[in-house]
């Protein structure tokens, strides 16, 4: 079954970023985010026309999400290809932002001392989180700030306006609606965005995207994920992984008739939101 072109720009998107090209001149920093487990699909393809000369705070979250192999490789890629430190955090419980809030303040006291130098009063830093849908950015900007200050849940769409929140005397954040190109040409990139819940879901069709999400891990390097993803599935669902990728529709088929009374769609979900959840290991969709 081949997965139907995957297409999503709803309009709160592209007013967004009619309103990111007017708040970028008022910016110092750019804190972008992206998702660990696909952080090439999840890099936005105007972001250095956005950036142009402004500071660039590159963070990778749910650094829980992949293993610790994948995570060094990824590490050593953005530090040698991209020249870029990325910053690896978990939003959701803490880790890593600490760390990040002091490269923020960091990069914020390099600036105003240029703005000393050049006879000006030093200033709150602003920084914008910039980033595709549901990658965690709200949940990174309450982790900051130490209370719950906007809206965030693990579904794509629920920042719908931009928003400036204090961050004591040195940080002010913007907080900003996920941004999509008004057209994703790899599909490859889509479906990974799809899988990993950083698109609405009225982009795709559930059961598509959960069959190629299968084949998809059937094609994963080892270091990729801690165990076999067919040993995981095999065990958790109750039935034996097919080694043909051709028989892995008939084997959601039949783990649908165990656990969701024969209706496939709902076992799609299901399968889809186990991954989501971590349930099914940690597992990088891409590796450099």
Same mark, same amino acid.
């Given at each position: 079954?081949?997965?139907?072109?995957? &297409?999503? *720009?709803?309009?709160?998107?592209?007013?967004?970023?009619? &309103?990111?090209? *007017? &708040?970028?001149?008022?910016?110092?920093?750019?804190?972008?985010?992206?998702? @660990?487990?696909?952080?090439?699909?999840?890099?936005?393809?105007?972001?250095?026309?956005?950036?142009?000369?402004?500071?660039?705070?590159? =963070?990778?979250?749910?650094?829980?999400?992949?293993?610790?192999? @994948?995570?060094? @490789?990824?590490? +050593?890629?953005?530090?040698? +290809?991209?020249?870029?430190?990325?910053?690896?955090? %978990?939003?959701?419980?803490?880790?890593?932002?600490?760390?990040?809030?002091?490269? @923020?303040?960091?990069?914020?006291?390099?600036?105003?001392?240029?703005?000393?130098?050049?006879?000006?009063?030093?200033?709150?830093?602003?920084?914008?989180?910039?980033?595709?849908?549901?990658?965690?950015?709200?949940?990174?900007?309450?982790?900051? =700030?130490?209370?719950?200050?906007?809206?965030?849940?693990?579904?794509?769409?629920?920042?719908?306006?931009?928003?400036?929140?204090?961050?004591?005397?040195?940080?002010?954040?913007?907080?900003?609606?996920?941004?999509?190109?008004?057209?994703?040409?790899? &599909?490859?990139?889509?479906?990974?965005?799809?899988?990993?819940?950083?698109?609405?879901?009225?982009?795709?069709?559930? +059961?598509?995207?959960?069959?190629?999400?299968?084949?998809?891990?059937?094609?994963?390097?080892?270091?990729?994920?801690?165990?076999?993803?067919?040993? =995981?599935?095999?065990?958790? *669902?109750?039935?034996?992984?097919?080694?043909?990728? %051709?028989?892995?529709?008939?084997?959601?088929?039949?783990?649908?008739?165990?656990?969701?009374?024969?209706?496939?769609?709902?076992?799609?979900?299901?399968?889809?939101?186990?991954?989501?959840?971590?349930?099914?290991?940690?597992?990088?969709?891409?590796?450099?």
């Amino acid at each position: 079954m081949s997965t139907p072109a995957i &297409q999503w *720009y709803p309009g709160h998107i592209a007013k967004a970023e009619q &309103q990111l090209k *007017y &708040q970028l001149e008022k910016v110092d920093l750019v804190i972008e985010v992206r998702d @660990a487990r696909i952080p090439i699909s999840t890099s936005h393809p105007h972001l250095d026309r956005w950036i142009q000369n402004k500071k660039h705070l590159l =963070v990778i979250n749910r650094r829980d999400m992949i293993t610790p192999e @994948a995570m060094k @490789a990824w590490d +050593e890629w953005f530090r040698h +290809e991209t020249l870029l430190q990325p910053w690896w955090c %978990d939003a959701k419980s803490g880790t890593g932002t600490k760390q990040l809030l002091q490269a @923020a303040i960091k990069a914020g006291s390099q600036l105003n001392q240029r703005r000393m130098r050049r006879g000006m009063r030093p200033r709150a830093v602003r920084a914008l989180t910039l980033g595709f849908p549901n990658v965690g950015k709200s949940a990174l900007i309450n982790r900051l =700030v130490g209370q719950k200050v906007v809206a965030s849940a693990r579904k794509a769409g629920v920042t719908r306006s931009l928003r400036w929140v204090r961050l004591g005397k040195e940080l002010d954040l913007l907080d900003a609606p996920g941004v999509l190109p008004p057209r994703l040409d790899n &599909q490859k990139a889509a479906l990974r965005l799809a899988v990993c819940d950083d698109i609405g879901q009225a982009a795709y069709d559930v +059961e598509s995207v959960a069959l190629a999400f299968l084949n998809l891990l059937s094609s994963l390097p080892e270091r990729s994920f801690k165990g076999a993803p067919q040993v =995981v599935l095999g065990n958790r *669902y109750g039935a034996p992984y097919p080694q043909e990728s %051709d028989q892995v529709h008939q084997w959601l088929i039949q783990v649908a008739a165990t656990h969701t009374s024969g209706d496939t769609a709902r076992m799609a979900q299901r399968l889809l939101d186990d991954f989501r959840k971590t349930l099914l290991g940690a597992i990088s969709l891409e590796l450099p």
